[in-house]
């Protein structure tokens, strides 16, 4: 018998051999065929300058015919690694890169990916790309050479050395993904590259993990004394474009601003007069976050102008209540209606004061804020001010010109409807988001980039323990959950409370996520027993009537938890996913006891999903 079990393993693995070695050599004659014949249709994702929203550039993003297994760039370039044709296969992506860039026109710099060893090899210095360069009529010098994090380099001093031939024909260089693979701090010092691509991991918690702020913060500061300019990838959200902003990056990228397109020309790209909300679940400045749409377009004042010129246009306008004053388009001051009232209601103000220039009365210190402001930020701003000054209007600036000016009673209408719109969508119970708001934000992720988990989450045998104890504590049992699920939150990790004894949770798909949930059903399993009355407890659960009115035993209560590891753009919908996870949650609850279904099948990826309103 064990000879027999023994033969049939190794034939088993003869036979998987076989098949691998199959598959490489189709992979090979795929490969091989799309070298050819230039099979290659580049992708151009928009960078952008995030104080102007002014397109910077565009990285190009290789791809094979959609029919074709290599489609995606891991594939394509998993398979020439591996077959040693890394260089035939870049050739072919550098040339059809620029020769549509140049077709299309697009603006700014041609952010080309480049394996570091193929930078190295001599081949790749024969000035090959210099010479596409010239045929699509492009400057070097709007070219950047992005070094990918694929391979780890051994050889420092060799590829500086390449580094610095590439910069005599005018290229630039960038290191990609900060912090992942080969591109660590060593890199950043040795090569000086002109940018610094962060990596996705840390730009995603910037807006509520202190250590990834810190750690950028840190980067940026660096990058400052070597004369580099740092790149945000994976902006996805209007809080990460808030904190990016705040930390003093300049360049961003990812699907907040612009999905890889062949065309990119027929996106529309908003520009300076349209700026990328930074706050709230929407990208356009419509959203409830938004200060702009609170600016008041009041003509200001010049510095120069005689004060009894200034108080004229008050004593016109009894709803005039400031003025600020403002001197080649910057501000400079304000100028407040109590305060030039009052100063000219003294006797022989306007005979004696009357000619001189405002700037001698305004006031010097107004709160001036830029035009990206989030608006919880603007209120936080708004009430420390002193007393004397808690209502004054707030003047907004658009790259350091005057823009407007926001009245404190219309910022505090604003906040009060958000904090009641919250509360309409939230859960009444826990507090936690409701129906609406997971939607939303199912959606939200599903458009992004990055893998994540949706876990739906159900007590076993509530209905039981609820009829048995009562409202009160089948209360308490659901806010014991809640608590657990608040506990076990991380990074940009999202619960949401469906309602009942349903929950949904949304994390990043990092590793050891499955060992959490895990203890995560433990913990929730340790504590609900404190809900039970003693004797129970020692019964091993209670008896009570089941749904057919026949008295039952139920065993203590218990989690069934779906998950379904989603992949972007693989579902059409937020239903689409909710309903594999809810099915993976029914397979879970067959089993007594905590239960953990994974959904482990493979989804193929569908068309991008239409954003939402």
């Known amino acids: 018998m064990l000879e027999i079990g023994e033969n049939r393993v190794k034939r088993n693995s003869r036979m998987m051999a076989v098949h691998i070695e199959e598959q490489s050599d189709s992979n090979l004659s795929e490969l091989k065929h799309i070298i050819k014949n230039k099979q290659i249709t580049p992708f151009y994702q928009p960078l952008i300058d995030l104080r102007t929203n002014h397109v910077f550039g565009y990285e190009s993003l290789a791809r094979a015919p959609k029919t074709s297994p290599l489609h995606m760039p891991d594939q394509l370039f998993g398979v020439a690694r591996e077959h040693q044709m890394l260089f035939e296969t870049e050739r072919v992506c550098r040339e059809r890169a620029i020769q549509h860039f140049s077709e299309q ?17 001599p081949t790749f210095r024969e000035g090959t790309t210099l010479g596409m360069l010239e045929r699509a009529h492009i400057k070097g010098s709007r ?62 918690k910037l807006p509520d993990n202190r250590v990834a702020q810190e750690f950028v913060r840190t980067i940026v500061n660096l990058a400052k004394h070597i004369d580099c300019t740092i790149i945000a990838e994976g902006i996805e959200t209007d809080e990460i474009l808030c904190e990016t902003r705040k930390l003093g990056i300049h360049l961003g990228q990812g699907y907040l601003i612009g999905r890889p397109e062949a065309r990119p020309d027929d996106i529309p790209v908003r520009e300076v007069g349209e700026p990328l909300c930074t706050h709230g679940q929407t990208s356009h400045c419509a959203g409830e976050a938004c200060i702009t749409n609170l600016i008041h377009k009041t003509p200001p004042c010049n510095p120069g102008d005689p004060s009894e010129q200034v108080l004229s246009r008050f004593q016109k306008d009894a709803r005039l209540l400031a003025l600020p004053v403002v001197e080649k388009r910057r501000t400079v001051g304000m100028v407040l209606r109590e305060d030039i009232l009052m100063h000219f209601s003294l ?267």
């Open 105 to 121: 026109n697009l603006r700014g710099k041609l952010f080309l990916n480049v394996d570091p060893y193929c930078l190295m090899d």
């Open 143 to 204: 070219v950047v050479i992005e070094l990918t994090e694929h391979s780890p380099v051994d050889d420092i001093t060799e590829l500086k050395k390449a580094v610095r031939h590439y910069r005599e024909m005018g290229f630039s260089i960038a290191l990609d993904d900060l912090s992942a693979g080969y591109s660590n701090l060593q890199l950043m010092a040795e090569l000086r590259p002109e940018y610094i691509k962060l990596d996705k991991y840390f730009i995603r």
């Open 347 to 613: 006797p022989f103000t306007r005979e004696l004061h009357g000619k001189r220039p405002i700037r001698q009365i305004m006031q010097r210190n107004p709160l001036i804020v830029p035009a990206s402001t989030p608006i919880e930020e603007l209120s936080e701003l708004t009430t420390n001010r002193p007393f004397k000054n808690l209502y004054s209007p707030i003047i907004v600036d658009k790259e350091n010109e005057y823009s407007g000016l926001i009245f404190v009673h219309d910022l505090l209408e604003r906040i009060t409807r958000m904090k009641v719109d919250l509360a309409m969508e939230s859960n009444p119970l826990t507090r936690l988001p409701g129906n609406t708001a997971i939607e939303k934000e199912v959606t939200r992720r599903l458009q992004g980039t990055s893998p994540f988990i949706l876990s739906y989450f159900d007590i076993d045998h509530f209905k039981a323990f609820n009829d048995h104890y009562g409202y009160k504590r089948g209360d308490a049992m659901i806010g014991l959950l809640a608590n657990v699920l608040k506990e076990s939150k991380s990074g940009s990790c999202f619960i949401g409370h469906i309602g009942g004894d349903d929950f949904i949770m949304m994390c990043e798909k990092q590793d050891g996520w499955e060992a959490r949930i895990r203890h995560l059903m433990e913990t929730f399993s340790g504590r609900a027993k404190e809900l039970y009355d003693e004797e129970d407890i020692k019964a091993g659960g209670i008896t009570t009537k089941n749904r057919a009115g026949e008295l039952c035993c139920f065993p203590v209560v218990s989690l069934s938890i779906g998950a379904l590891p989603c992949l972007p753009e693989c579902f059409s919908s937020h239903l689409e996913a909710a309903e594999i996870a809810v099915e993976m949650k029914r397979k879970a609850k067959k089993t007594i006891g905590n239960r953990l279904e994974i959904d482990r099948r493979s989804h193929t990826p569908k068309k991008a999903l239409p954003e939402t309103a």
